[in-house]
């Protein structure tokens, strides 16, 4: 019998949603920074096996909003919790549920559909033994049917997981061909890959303003390497100069990170060039934000 199924990921901004996956699929898809917002977008993600095919959605992390881009992220997971066979609630070795954490939990109370825990980052425990007392706090909410802890860091207890996910999907049909990961175009992944370089090495209050954008993806006619034109761009001027930095060393350490991430995946050489302009506020803006997809 052949089992298929959506999986919903769900949880606080950097509980490790983006690491777990990449790690189950084995490939970078979902960008890992230590940056609130870092994933903007319900990603799927696709296991593959001979008896099953699990369909993962990485959604953005649960918080309360603060402006237009907020309101977009908190829809994105709520809709992917709507649509999913099993619900995924990741959570860290924190020793407290915390306010948002209470508010996904209440969230759940009424859903029939399988949940699971994951308790993340246990490889930071220094007493193992610790754990316990988080397992037995949330066993007392009386809403999983299984808690695990798990180091998504170290692929430790996944195994675990992907056995709950088959065990408790239905019969159903392989929804993508069976050499797919992702349903994302390369456009989308370059996007995100870049995204990820500019998370990394920029300050803490100017990355929540950063979103980029493909202007051109083509491939040569030779096949040996495909040029990309991207624009980082940021919500205020003085966040332009960050971008770019002093004598554009920022802005080449982001593309040359970047552009080796890309030739990772893409498995080809790559020419990325970067550009950096303002558009103010951005995150506030209906048309802005549908012009880079926040629809």
């Given at each position: 019998?052949?089992?298929?199924?959506?999986?919903?990921?769900?949880?606080?901004?950097?509980?490790?949603?983006?690491?777990?996956?990449?790690?189950?699929?084995?490939?970078?898809?979902?960008?890992?920074?230590?940056?609130?917002?870092?994933?903007?977008?319900?990603?799927?993600?696709?296991?593959?096996?001979?008896?099953?095919?699990?369909?993962?959605?990485?959604?953005?992390?649960?918080?309360?909003?603060?402006?237009?881009?907020?309101?977009?992220?908190?829809?994105?997971?709520?809709?992917?919790?709507?649509?999913?066979?099993?619900?995924?609630?990741?959570?860290?070795?924190?020793?407290?549920?915390?306010?948002?954490d209470g508010i996904i939990l209440e969230g759940l109370k009424d859903t029939k559909i399988?949940?699971?825990?994951?308790?993340?980052?246990?490889?930071?425990?220094?007493?193992?033994?610790?754990?316990?007392?988080?397992?037995?706090?949330?066993?007392?909410?009386?809403?999983?049917?299984?808690?695990?802890?798990?180091?998504?860091?170290?692929?430790?207890?996944?195994?675990?997981?992907?056995?709950?996910?088959?065990?408790?999907?239905?019969?159903?049909?392989?929804?993508?061909?069976?050499?797919?990961?992702?349903?994302?175009?390369?456009?989308?992944?370059?996007?995100?890959?870049?995204?990820?370089?500019?998370?990394?090495?920029?300050?803490?209050?100017?990355?929540?303003?950063?979103?980029?954008?493909?202007?051109?993806?083509?491939?040569?006619?030779?096949?040996?390497?495909?040029?990309?034109?991207?624009?980082?761009?940021?919500?205020?001027d003085s966040h332009k100069g960050m971008v770019i930095g002093k004598n554009g060393a920022?802005?080449?350490?982001?593309?040359?990170?970047?552009?080796?991430?890309?030739?990772?995946?893409?498995?080809?050489?790559?020419?990325?060039?970067?550009?950096?302009?303002?558009?103010?506020?951005?995150?506030?803006?209906?048309?802005?934000?549908?012009?880079?997809?926040?629809?």
């Amino acid at each position: 019998m052949f089992k298929s199924g959506f999986v919903a990921i769900i949880g606080r901004p950097n509980v490790g949603k983006s690491t777990l996956l990449n790690q189950i699929i084995g490939e970078k898809i979902s960008i890992v920074s230590n940056k609130a917002q870092t994933t903007r977008n319900t990603i799927k993600l696709i296991l593959n096996d001979e008896d099953s095919q699990i369909i993962f959605l990485d959604t953005p992390g649960f918080q309360n909003p603060k402006n237009k881009l907020g309101e977009f992220l908190l829809k994105e997971s709520e809709s992917s919790k709507a649509g999913a066979d099993i619900i995924t609630v990741l959570t860290d070795i924190s020793d407290s549920i915390g306010k948002m954490d209470g508010i996904i939990l209440e969230g759940l109370k009424d859903t029939k559909i399988p949940k699971v825990l994951l308790i993340n980052k246990i490889d930071l425990l220094e007493n193992k033994e610790e754990i316990k007392s988080i397992i037995e706090m949330y066993e007392d909410t009386g809403i999983f049917q299984k808690i695990l802890p798990i180091s998504a860091l170290n692929n430790e207890g996944l195994n675990d997981y992907v056995k709950f996910i088959k065990d408790n999907l239905k019969e159903g049909p392989m929804y993508y061909p069976d050499d797919y990961i992702t349903d994302l175009p390369e456009k989308f992944i370059a996007q995100e890959i870049i995204r990820e370089k500019a998370l990394i090495y920029l300050d803490e209050e100017i990355p929540h303003g950063i979103m980029v954008e493909i202007e051109s993806f083509k491939e040569r006619s030779d096949k040996k390497i495909i040029d990309i034109d991207a624009t980082i761009y940021a919500e205020k001027d003085s966040h332009k100069g960050m971008v770019i930095g002093k004598n554009g060393a920022m802005l080449k350490k982001i593309g040359t990170d970047a552009r080796l991430d890309l030739e990772s995946f893409l498995d080809t050489k790559v020419n990325l060039k970067l550009w950096v302009k303002v558009d103010k506020n951005w995150r506030e803006k209906e048309r802005s934000l549908k012009n880079f997809g926040y629809k």
